[in-house]
């Protein structure tokens, strides 16, 4: 895994996007998602202008760890029409030492069983007083101490880890909702605990 260091060079430097945004011409939304790490293609063009900027190498600007992770979400024999039933298989792979751990979890609403992670899914009111609807899933803790093991407990590589468990959940609750296999309502928002 590859993640941008900006935030943190950023951070060391006092320095907020507006100012990056002023000095380098850069856009304040390419910014945002290199700070956030939510950005997979950057021109090098925008790369070397930072770099120059902050006076730092390339090597500075990136941070990696020899992981790979796979994420697949599947609706189960579980699910229900209107019922949310998922498994959930994760895969990370450590290319440095050639291995690999899979993890193989449910979330069930309705179903009780030791590898089920799901907590609740419920309606929330935001800030907007919108309506919002949140899956809360909890990993066990081999799993979290995996995580963090794996990540030399490096807070935001665990966190890109969660950031694509979550994607992946949301967008296969998005695709059979769609194609109509089941009718339970999207989720706005994954929370785990």
């Not at 950057?42 to 992981?67: A, G, N, R, W």
């Not at 919108?130 to 990540?151: H, Y």
């Not at 999207?186 to 929370?191: A, G, N, P, T």
Request: charged share 30%.
């Amino acid at each position: 895994m590859i993640r941008y260091n900006l935030n943190k060079l950023l951070g060391e430097r006092n320095l907020k996007i507006s100012k990056v945004f002023v000095d380098t011409g850069i856009s304040r939304s390419t910014l945002t998602k290199i700070v956030n790490n939510q950005s997979s293609m950057v021109q090098t063009e925008t790369i070397d202008k930072l770099c120059q900027y902050l006076k730092v190498s390339p090597s500075d600007f990136f941070e990696y760890i020899p992981i790979e992770i796979d994420v697949n979400t599947f609706l189960n024999e579980f699910n229900g029409f209107t019922e949310l039933g998922l498994d959930l298989i994760i895969k990370i792979k450590d290319t440095f030492h050639n291995t690999e751990k899979e993890f193989v979890y449910t979330i069930n609403e309705n179903k009780k069983s030791e590898d089920n992670i799901f907590v609740s899914n419920e309606w929330y009111s935001n800030n907007l007083n919108q309506s919002i609807k949140v899956l809360e899933i909890n990993f066990p803790v081999d799993f979290k101490d995996f995580v963090t093991e794996i990540t030399n407990n490096n807070y935001g590589f665990s966190n890109d880890i969660y950031e694509k468990i979550k994607d992946n959940i949301k967008e296969t609750i998005k695709d059979e909702t769609e194609n109509k296999k089941t009718i339970f309502s999207k989720v706005d928002e994954i929370k785990i605990k």
